[in-house]
């Protein structure tokens, strides 16, 4: 550091100061002086274009802070749409919450259905039948439901931990391009392993039929049984040995 010597305002002492000092004080009349120092071109030249550049050095990060922003953002988004809830499209809660409307309207045994209960199965049944049946044409063809799907019997097949419910379904099909070429086929819906809650149990229906030509050709096919007599048999009386079977 270089020294100063100046003479003081005040009693003309010598007064000694380093360059970089703001202030000073007299050693002998203990007077308070302000220094003010000369700047010369180049620090005039730095000061002047530091200041200018300040602004364009803030400029330079503005497009990597906004591309951090937007990176940022997407990051959240793809996050939470997986992260979100899973909703189960098939719940039983969601498609017939207009039927069930009190949790207090599970059966406590599958012996014990309750004409509730058994509404819930044939329309849960009835409507998987009617997703099976859509579709069933060719060129020359084009079989449709004639009228609804109606339930014919209803049996619970009942054995402790091995319950069984069987809702087998009389559904005719008519020929748009032939109105006399008619089929009556029998579905049966079957619900596997119902314990103590039906509800929970209607997700694990399965249509328990083969497949039944419409056509001599076989262009067009549907599920089910030609008589009653045969899909009960092949549904329900295969087990009348293992369980009780009783009709509703």
């Known amino acids: 550091m270089r020294l ?11 007064l000694e100061f380093d360059e970089n000092d703001k202030s000073c004080k007299c050693q002998y009349c203990k007077r308070s002086f302000e220094i003010e120092r000369d700047v010369n071109d180049l620090e005039k030249f730095n000061l002047i274009y530091n200041q200018i550049q300040k602004p364009f050095k803030i400029m330079f990060y503005i497009p990597f802070i906004a591309a951090f922003i937007i990176i940022l953002i997407i990051s959240l988004v793809v996050f939470f749409s997986f992260k979100g809830p899973k909703v189960d499209n098939n719940s039983i809660f969601e ?9 207090e309207l599970f059966i406590k045994d599958v012996n014990e259905l309750s004409n509730t209960d058994i509404d819930l199965i044939e329309n ?17 063809h084009s079989f449709s439901i004639d009228g609804d ?16 419910i069987v809702v087998i379904f009389k559904a005719t099909y008519r020929d748009f391009f032939h109105q006399e070429d008619r089929h009556t086929v029998y579905i049966p819906v079957v619900y596997e392993k119902i314990e103590k809650n039906v509800l929970s149990s ?28 045969e899909a009960y ?3 329900v009386g295969v087990y009348s040995e293992e369980f009780t079977i009783s009709e509703k």
């Open 124 to 140: 849960n049944a009835s409507s998987k039948i009617n997703h099976t049946a859509e579709g069933v044409n060719d060129a020359s």
């Open 233 to 235: 048999q092949e549904t």
């Open 4 to 14: 100063i010597e100046k003479k003081c305002p005040n009693c003309g002492a010598n």
């Open 95 to 103: 498609e017939f919450q207009d039927i069930v409307k009190d949790k």
């Open 202 to 229: 209607l997700g694990n229906a399965t249509i328990e039929a083969p497949t039944y030509y419409l056509t001599t050709d076989k262009s067009t096919f549907t599920v089910g049984y030609s008589s009653f007599e």
């Open 149 to 164: 799907i109606t339930r014919e019997k209803i049996y619970v097949l009942y054995k402790e931990n091995t319950n069984y």
